[in-house]
T-cell receptor
Framework: DGGITQSPKYLFRKEGQNVTLSCEQN?????MYWYRQDPGQGLRLIYY???????QKGDIAEGYSVSREKKESFPLTVTSAQKNPTAFYLC????????????FGPGTRLLVL | AQSVTQLGSHVSVSEGALVLLRCNYS??????LFWYVQYPNQGLQLLLK??????LVKGINGFEAEFKKSETSFHLTKPSAHMSDAAEYFC???????????FGSGTKLNVKP
């Protein structure tokens, strides 16, 4: 079955630590996105990538970094500069010509120890 | 700036009753409009979308929504609620930009037996 996988489901971060969230898709989609979801709020865009080796900042990119070395993969690193990282992180993808339809992964919940 | 307002963070209905979830947007031009559903600890699933054409849009699971330009609204309805409809629902808008989705803060639907 095609889809988007995110791992791990839960992730714990210690103070001063960088952590990386994985996002893989086998839908052959060109575009991939990272969103952050906080309780009582909608999703906010962190980064997005339209093609391999290219990515753009979203509305809340500070304290995060990404890479897009392969079409299938778009990992997100939460750096120590992100002072409030506790949230639910969602990865999504869409295909060329139908970008408005985004397919979402199951999410990763990041907690700070 | 674009914004999305979902009236009511929590809505409770009885099984078999009408479901009405409200969404209003602010935009200088008619946007693309979306409704997503999220079950606990899962990603978002697209319920329906309006891009152009008929203003009454039918989606999955018996849901539909009507785009009313004069009211800048895109309310979600379902004639008869089912227990399995209990979830959180998000309205989103996009102004044709590849990266710019604006999500509402969500409405949690509770269905009582």
């Amino acid at each position: 079955d095609g889809g988007i996988t995110q791992s791990p489901k839960y992730l714990f971060r210690k103070e001063g630590q960088n952590v990386t969230l994985s996002c893989e898709q086998n839908l052959n989609h060109d575009a991939m996105y990272w969103y952050r979801q906080d309780p009582g709020q909608g999703l906010r865009l962190i980064y997005y990538s339209q093609i391999v080796n290219d990515f753009q900042k979203g509305d809340i990119a500070e304290g995060y970094s990404v890479s897009r070395e392969k079409k299938e993969s778009f990992p997100l690193t939460v750096t120590s500069a992100q002072k409030n990282p506790t949230a639910f992180y969602l990865c999504a993808s869409s295909k060329s010509g139908s970008w408005e339809t985004q397919y979402f992964g199951p999410g990763t919940r990041l907690l700070v120890l | 700036a674009q914004s999305v307002t979902q009236l009511g963070s929590h809505v409770s209905v009885s099984e078999g009753a009408l479901v009405l979830l409200r969404c209003n947007y602010s935009s200088s031009v008619p946007p693309y409009l979306f409704w997503y559903v999220q079950y606990p600890n899962q990603g978002l699933q697209l319920l329906l979308k309006y891009t152009t054409g008929a203003t009454l849009v039918k989606g999955i699971n018996g849901f539909e929504a009507e785009f009313k330009k004069s009211e800048t609204s895109f309310h979600l309805t379902k004639p008869s609620a089912h227990m399995s409809d209990a979830a959180e629902y998000f309205c989103a808008v996009s102004l044709y930009n590849f990266n710019k989705f604006y999500f509402g803060s969500g409405t949690k639907l509770n269905v009582k037996p």
